[in-house]
């Protein structure tokens, strides 16, 4: 794909997705162009590929953040049942992600970027501060940085005045893949709420599915399995992290 959308600017690689099909919902177009990448990616910014940003880290293809964002969009969107979304983003690396998911939730939602090396978690927080968009984001409490082991999910209290909604989840985005889908995550997740995940197919890891799993409001459990992808894997910290 990254011969097609890649662009020479931030509006000519998100038009690029958009005119192939790769970005479909209007919302998520609009989210993307309120985000240069350039603040995200040390190097080809408008590039429609994976780079990394250190400590064996990648920020994924713009393409990949289009489909995942795609895929639990209805989840995301701020509505009358669902005034205040609640987002975690575990593995948030540069910080990309978690900024365009702020941009969809609304005044009032919550957007958690999770990350297990504390450098990594200040280097998203940085990334997002070299905007006026992110630190206004930032600063109004609708984006936090976190340092835990996303294996375990994360507690994290409401914001001022959300407080009904309990600490549950209504998305869980996992950018690393995991070896399984860990029970904290789904106890965390609201009913109705959808995870995003990247699971390894087998112990060696070497090739991984993308499943999506929702919980309605019954707390029914269905998972689909998406399609294949390289994804890091989500890991132990290193030691001294
Ligand atoms: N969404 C990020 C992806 C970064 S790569 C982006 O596009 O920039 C995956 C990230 O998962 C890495 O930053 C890595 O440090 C993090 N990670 C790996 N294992 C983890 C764990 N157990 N808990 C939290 N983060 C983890």
């Not at 097609?4 to 970005?23: E, P, Q, V, Y």
């Not at 920020?59 to 964002?69: D, G, K, V």
């Not at 948030?92 to 999770?114: I, N």
Request: with cysteine.
């Amino acid at each position: 794909m990254a011969w097609r959308c890649s662009g020479s600017s931030n509006a000519a690689l998100i038009d690029n997705m958009w005119r192939h099909g790769l970005i479909t919902d209007p919302a998520v177009k609009a989210a993307f162009e309120r985000v240069d990448r350039a603040h995200y990616a040390p190097v080809s910014p408008y590039d429609d590929s994976p780079q990394p940003i250190g400590h064996a880290a990648t920020i994924s293809a713009p393409h990949m953040h289009a489909s995942a964002l795609q895929h639990v969009l209805p989840f995301l969107l701020p509505s009358a049942r669902r005034p205040a979304p609640r987002v975690l983003d575990v593995g948030s690396g540069s910080g990309y992600l978690t900024h365009v998911l702020a941009e969809l939730v609304g005044e009032r939602g919550l957007v958690v970027g999770l990350e297990h090396i504390r450098e990594l978690r200040d280097l998203g927080e940085e990334n997002m501060r070299k905007s006026e968009g992110g630190r206004t984001l930032l600063e109004g409490g609708r984006v936090k940085f976190r340092v835990g082991d996303g294996r375990l999910g994360l507690v994290e209290e409401a914001r001022r005045g959300e407080e009904d909604g309990g600490t549950r989840w209504d998305v869980i985005h996992v950018g690393a893949s995991a070896k399984e889908v860990h029970t904290q995550l789904l106890d965390q997740l609201k009913s109705p709420g959808c995870i995003f995940i990247p699971v390894d197919d087998d112990e060696v890891g070497y090739s991984q599915h993308i499943w999506r799993i929702e919980k309605d409001a019954a707390g029914k459990v269905t998972k689909h399995c998406l399609f294949g992808v390289r994804y890091v894997p989500l890991t132990d910290a290193p030691r001294g992290s």
